[in-house]
């Protein structure tokens, strides 16, 4: 029982965290001049991919036997498989949440504005009979081009990486490297053009830990930045050992624990950050948040994987990455017929479910 207690008090710190890391991020892009696209990218990004690139350097680098370091070859390849499935299919389903809720504001505003004497009449609008539904649009997802863009790029790096676990030559442990130099191209393009322009902080909230003031000092962003980002990695890593705890209890074998669940926890703040963003109207720093985290998946872990271990892949890892594959190429194509919206993206989850129902005759 105490299992259960401890992972929903995990989940409650992990979205209470987020919802002060949000908020400080914002003001830390501010404080450095970069453009809002570029916060998610690149500083939300790194925060919250921490706790899963921490489990694979750990494994790898001081694992002291093959079981350890397969399970940071693991959490390299489970990462991003969440991520372009879950990741994406809550953030369709929170988009869909918030339409129908200004759908339903819409409507309330327009029952609200009709004359007594037109609902004598008949109950005619003074918008002509229009649908409140006709001046709600869908959500503001941003540049669809440079996420197309950002996509095709991970694709191809983890079409490099999937292809190198399952060869072996003498200098493989070497391309590591190139993942690392890889992320650094991304990274230098986001902070030099790839996140639009920084405003003037007008239109955000004030910092959680100086409320009164305009524009807080930048000791406060920091701190409340570095705490949150505390309290999100120890929040993570302690629910991710009540998985490992609960998935026997459960009767479920470890493999399904280290495949399917564990991956979940440890992209749970990309996740959160999300629900957030898109609570609060801010859908492209929702989707820039989980394709940056997803570069970062797709680079540094691969790096470690590559220069510490053998990095070579059984059925389970080769059937996730092309569970991946498959997902990113269903967005690409979304996202080139230009059918990127709530509703198609909440499917992106549905691939995880496949990899969850194919998985089963490959343990047994």
Same mark, same amino acid.
Request: proline share 5%.
């Given at each position: 029982?105490?299992?259960?207690?401890?992972?929903?008090?995990?989940?409650?710190?992990?979205?209470?965290?987020?919802?002060?890391?949000?908020?400080?991020?914002?003001?830390?892009?501010?404080?450095?001049?970069?453009?809002?696209?570029?916060?998610?990218?690149?500083?939300?990004?790194?925060?919250t991919a921490l706790p899963e690139s921490?489990?694979?350097?750990?494994?790898?680098?001081?694992?002291?036997?093959?079981?350890?370091?397969?399970?940071?070859?693991?959490?390299?390849?489970?990462?991003?498989?969440?991520?372009?499935?879950?990741?994406? &299919?809550?953030?369709?389903?929170?988009? *869909?949440?918030? !339409? +129908? /809720?200004?759908?339903?504001?819409?409507? #309330?505003?327009?029952?609200?504005?009709?004359?007594?004497?037109?609902?004598?009449a008949g109950g005619a609008s003074p918008?002509?009979?229009?649908?409140?539904?006709?001046?709600?649009?869908?959500?503001?997802?941003?540049?669809?081009?440079?996420?197309?863009?950002?996509?095709?790029?991970?694709?191809?790096?983890?079409?490099?990486?999937?292809?190198?676990?399952?060869?072996?030559?003498?200098?493989?442990p070497w391309l590591g490297l190139l993942?690392?130099?890889?992320?650094?191209?991304?990274?230098?393009?986001?902070?030099?053009?790839?996140?639009?322009?920084?405003?003037? &902080?007008?239109?955000?909230?004030?910092? *959680?830990?100086? !409320? +009164? /003031?305009?524009?807080?000092?930048?000791? #406060?962003?920091?701190?409340?930045?570095?705490?949150?980002?505390?309290?999100?990695?120890?929040?993570?890593?302690?629910?991710?050992?009540?998985?490992?705890?609960?998935?026997?209890?459960?009767?479920?074998?470890?493999?399904?624990?280290?495949?399917?669940?564990?991956?979940?926890?440890?992209?749970?703040?990309?996740?959160?950050?999300?629900?957030?963003?898109?609570?609060?109207?801010?859908?492209?720093?929702?989707?820039?948040?989980?394709?940056?985290?997803?570069?970062?998946?797709?680079?540094?872990?691969?790096?470690?994987?590559?220069?510490?271990?053998?990095?070579?892949?059984?059925?389970?890892?080769?059937?996730?990455?092309?569970?991946?594959?498959?997902?990113?190429?269903?967005?690409?194509?979304?996202?080139?017929?230009?059918?990127?919206?709530?509703?198609?993206?909440?499917?992106?989850?549905?691939?995880?479910?496949?990899?969850?129902?194919?998985?089963?005759?490959?343990?047994?």
């Amino acid at each position: 029982m105490i299992h259960f207690v401890l992972l929903i008090v995990c989940a409650a710190a992990i979205y209470l965290a987020c919802e002060w890391f949000v908020n400080a991020v914002e003001w830390l892009g501010q404080h450095l001049k970069v453009g809002p696209l570029a916060v998610g990218t690149i500083l939300a990004a790194f925060g919250t991919a921490l706790p899963e690139s921490v489990v694979t350097l750990v494994a790898v680098v001081f694992g002291t036997s093959d079981a350890q370091k397969d399970i940071g070859v693991g959490a390299a390849m489970g990462g991003p498989l969440a991520l372009a499935t879950v990741a994406y &299919g809550v953030t369709g389903w929170m988009m *869909l949440s918030r !339409r +129908r /809720r200004t759908l339903a504001d819409a409507r #309330a505003r327009a029952e609200a504005s009709v004359p007594a004497s037109g609902a004598a009449a008949g109950g005619a609008s003074p918008a002509s009979g229009a649908s409140p539904a006709a001046g709600v649009p869908d959500s503001d997802v941003g540049d669809l081009v440079k996420l197309a863009r950002d996509q095709r790029w991970f694709l191809a790096i983890f079409i490099v990486k999937v292809g190198l676990g399952l060869v072996a030559f003498a200098f493989k442990p070497w391309l590591g490297l190139l993942f690392f130099a890889a992320y650094a191209v991304y990274f230098w393009r986001e902070i030099r053009g790839g996140g639009g322009e920084h405003g003037d &902080g007008e239109d955000l909230e004030p910092l *959680l830990l100086q !409320r +009164r /003031r305009a524009k807080p000092a930048t000791w #406060a962003v920091v701190t409340q930045t570095l705490v949150t980002l505390v309290i999100i990695f120890a929040a993570s890593q302690l629910f991710v050992h009540q998985l490992d705890a609960i998935g026997p209890m459960l009767g479920l074998p470890a493999a399904v624990t280290a495949l399917l669940l564990s991956p979940i926890a440890t992209e749970l703040p990309e996740i959160m950050n999300a629900i957030i963003w898109i609570r609060q109207g801010k859908t492209p720093l929702a989707l820039a948040n989980i394709s940056g985290a997803m570069m970062i998946q797709a680079t540094v872990p691969s790096g470690l994987g590559l220069l510490f271990t053998p990095w070579r892949f059984d059925a389970t890892l080769l059937l996730s990455g092309i569970a991946t594959m498959v997902a990113i190429v269903y967005l690409l194509f979304l996202l080139r017929a230009r059918k990127f919206n709530a509703k198609t993206l909440s499917f992106a989850a549905v691939f995880y479910l496949g990899f969850a129902a194919a998985l089963i005759p490959v343990l047994g």
